[in-house]
């Protein structure tokens, strides 16, 4: 290790001692990951737990043993940070294996908690609990105090894991990478300045508000959170100012994909709602969306709104999509090709008509296979898979991701990109497919005209398409993927470098160049041709 002098004046042989005596105080394990290091057949390294610029001494006491790649590939120069890094990113990953968003759900599940109901009582103005099943038979008592505009009930607690629960009806957030800077940050020590905020429910202490930082002190061995809890709270109004804080007000960072499900939960409890005041069962949806919009009219837009964004989410969020493990959640990122930004803006806005609200029943046709709703909903993941398997599975590579693409090139550096995953990239940016699928638009009303088959123009996908249509978006993508273009090195300080609008890729497509008249296709794009094998 070039920085530690004590490493450096150590020969070969009281290298190996070291990390030997290392090896067994740490029983055989690497100090990062806790696997198994074979000291005859691994490749290991010897590494400060606490770096020498955050004040570690360059004494064995602060040396630990590491796999190498371990150390090669750590988040952190601070080997315990590493370590809980490390760890969170193993729960993150079972988490991905079974198809769900990492969450507080998880973490608490990796560490003891969500186990027991919360046993209270209230007595005025005080709440009594106690946490007798973990041994803990002390009776609490804490002073409720009443928000003078809303009337909400809280009280200020200190919960163990055990009987903390993530509410992912109010907040449905994964976990983004900020993480590891909270991690960082609770580890030096700095203080968190914001409490959790929970709710209860039912006999569940649901957290729906500051996860990131309940997860940070988790992972660094906290073993209970401070909270504020909200008792008997008004469900739909937590759910409402939570959007609002993240929306119209701006307080925090929520993308659009987390909006659109809170949206799905609204649309939810609408739904409910409807049902309980006009006593229907709970599994009679003989009303329709225009029915839900008429009988909310204090809330008519936004009952709109919840209506398209739930449908939207439910095509983004479903397991069936290929396409949701290409797109960016969380904002801006250099490993997805697509953010969910780019996702709305150039396919669910084209094909999801928000004006449309449906007067027929929500039950309408489904035993037959054609509620037009479900038809919109599976056929437009189905053209989400095709996309995905002819343009990125097997060709995007996350490990390149999308940083730096075009100058690397321009600058002689693009050696190490091959040529499927730049067709991917230039394809998915955003000027670029906003274009490409008004194309797809037009190939599948071309097929209705030509076929004489009336068709629902403004909600394609709400009937079904024939095989040969399938066939025919398929062999579209196939040969816009195969346009000599999108592996052409030489435009890459040039066309593709930077950020054009729609406008010009518009007139790329139709003219076959570009506004100031550079020839860049070898034709104008034609859907007959462009279907043809």
Known sequence: ??????????????????????????NHKCFICGEEIDLDIQKTNIDHIRPLANGGKDDPINFAITHEHCNKSKQDADLEVA????????????????????????????????KYSFKYKLDGSQII???????????????????????????????????IYHDDVINPRGINKSISLLIKEFH???PQLHLSLARLDGDKIRIFDGQHKAVAQIMLGVKSIVMRLFISPDVERLIETNTNAGSKLKQIAFDKA??????????????????????????????????????????????????????KNAITRSPDNKLQSYINFEGRGTQLPLSYSTFEKTFLAT??????????????????????????????????????????????????????????IGEGRGDTIPDD????????????????VQYLKLLIKNHFAFAGTKYNEENLFQQKLPDQLWDNIQMFIINL????????????????????????????????RTPDGTAVLAKPLNVAEMISR
Not at 90 to 114: D, F, R, Y
Not at 268 to 287: A, I, P
Not at 387 to 398: N, T, V
Not at 486 to 492: E, F, G, P, V
């Open 1 to 26: 290790m070039g920085n530690s002098k004590y490493l450096d004046g150590l020969n070969t042989d009281e290298k190996a001692a070291l990390g030997k005596k290392l090896w067994g105080i740490q």
């Open 421 to 436: 995953h730049l067709i991917a990239y230039r394809l998915c940016k955003e000027e670029i497919m906003y274009n490409w």
């Open 188 to 190: 030096k020590p700095n």
């Open 258 to 311: 987390i909006v659109r499900q809170l949206h799905d939960t609204l649309y939810t409890e609408r739904l409910k709602k409807y049902q309980v005041d006009h006593c229907l069962d709970e599994d009679n949806y003989s009303f329709s969306e225009q029915n839900l919009v008429d009988y909310f009219k204090g809330e008519r837009g936004n009952i709109r709104v919840y209506i398209i964004n739930s449908q």
């Open 351 to 408: 094909f999801i008509n928000a004006k449309t609200i449906l007067t027929t029943p929500i039950n309408y046709r489904v035993e037959e296979g054609s509620n037009p709703r479900i038809l919109e909903k599976e056929q437009l993941i189905r053209l989400c898979n095709i996309i995905s398997e002819e343009l990125l599975i097997g060709k995007y590579d996350s490990e390149i991701g999308t940083h730096r693409i075009e100058n690397n």
């Open 129 to 163: 609990y106690s946490f007798d099943e973990i041994g803990d038979t002390t009776i609490y008592k804490t002073e409720v105090f009443t928000d003078n505009l809303s009337g909400e009930k809280t009280a200020f607690i200190n919960v163990p894991l055990e009987y």
């Open 481 to 512: 993927r195969e346009l000599p273009i999108w592996k052409d090195r030489s435009m890459s300080l040039t066309i593709f470098g930077g950020k054009n609008n729609y406008d010009f890729w518009d007139t790329v497509f139709q003219t076959a």
């Open 83 to 114: 370590k809980k890094l490390y760890q969170l990113s193993k729960i993150i990953l079972g988490a991905e294996i079974t198809k769900e968003t990492p969450s507080l759900k998880h973490v608490l599940a990796a560490n003891n908690g969500s």
